[in-house]
T-cell receptor, first 117, second 116 residues
Framework: GAVVSQHPSWVICKSGTSVKIECRSLDFQATTMFWYRQFPKQSLMLMATSNEGSKATYEQGVEKDKFLINHASLTLSTLTVTSAHPEDSSFYIC?????????????FGPGTRLTVL | AQSVTQLDSQVPVFEEAPVELRCNYSSSVSVYLFWYVQYPNQGLQLLLKYLSGSTLVKGINGFEAEFNKSQTSFHLRKPSVHISDTAEYFCAVLNILTGGGNKLTFGTGTQLKVEL
């Protein structure tokens, strides 16, 4: 299958700082990337969908000013957690989807664990 | 939007025993179902998917699932598990959006713990 990477894999930051997480599709062009959040021992919750070159679509209840998503190229999307607080600590996972066939597989990154002190 | 329910949060099983992880989906005309596995501190890996065709779907690592329309179920099975199968398993349904695009909706997950 295709490879999706995330960087960093683990980040610890102080409350009030901003953190940027990168998601890259290494061997295919991702027309769409998804950002998920996963709390310990819970399921993945979709935060937003981003299409290359356009604004992200956020799920209900997700603050778009707090979770800034940029999908500037077909291989890179970034999620910036602005003014992070301890309650933002979570496991963030991205996935990438290529092509126009909606049944194409989403390929998942390995995740980024964010800890806010 | 379509949803899936995983009734079992944890399933303990002995090595080499068979296992079934249950998933039920909300009724719909067309449904596209997936099973993913997640190892600790890792992303998700696709085990198998059902889009159409044969109701028995075979996936990786010896897993299979059967799409049952009458029972609205898509249970995951493996005839003989290994210690390495210990992981979290998620059932998911693909929602095709009317404005274009799609999104996966996940169940709450089932922790499979294989014991010696």
């Amino acid at each position: 299958g295709a490879v999706v990477s995330q960087h960093p894999s683990w980040v610890i930051c102080k409350s009030g700082t901003s953190v940027k997480i990168e998601c890259r599709s290494l061997d295919f062009q991702a027309t769409t990337m998804f950002w998920y959040r996963q709390f310990p021992k819970q399921s993945l919750m979709l935060m937003a969908t981003s299409n290359e070159g356009s604004k992200a679509t956020y799920e209900q209840g997700v603050e778009k000013d707090k979770f800034l998503i940029n999908h500037a190229s077909l291989t890179l999307s970034t999620l910036t957690v602005t003014s992070a607080h301890p309650e933002d600590s979570s496991f963030y996972i991205c996935s990438a989807f290529g092509g126009i066939n909606p049944y194409n597989e989403q390929f998942f990154g390995p995740g980024t664990r964010l800890t806010v002190l | 939007a379509q949803s899936v329910t995983q009734l079992d949060s944890q399933v303990p099983v002995f090595e080499e025993a068979p296992v079934e992880l249950r998933c039920n989906y909300s009724s719909s005309v067309s449904v596209y179902l997936f099973w993913y596995v997640q190892y600790p501190n890792q992303g998700l890996q696709l085990l198998l998917k059902y889009l159409s065709g044969s109701t028995l779907v075979k996936g990786i690592n010896g897993f299979e699932a059967e799409f049952n329309k009458s029972q609205t179920s898509f249970h995951l099975r493996k005839p003989s598990v290994h210690i390495s199968d210990t992981a979290e398993y998620f059932c998911a349904v693909l929602n095709i959006l009317t404005g274009g695009g799609n999104k996966l909706t996940f169940g709450t997950g089932t922790q499979l713990k294989v014991e010696l």
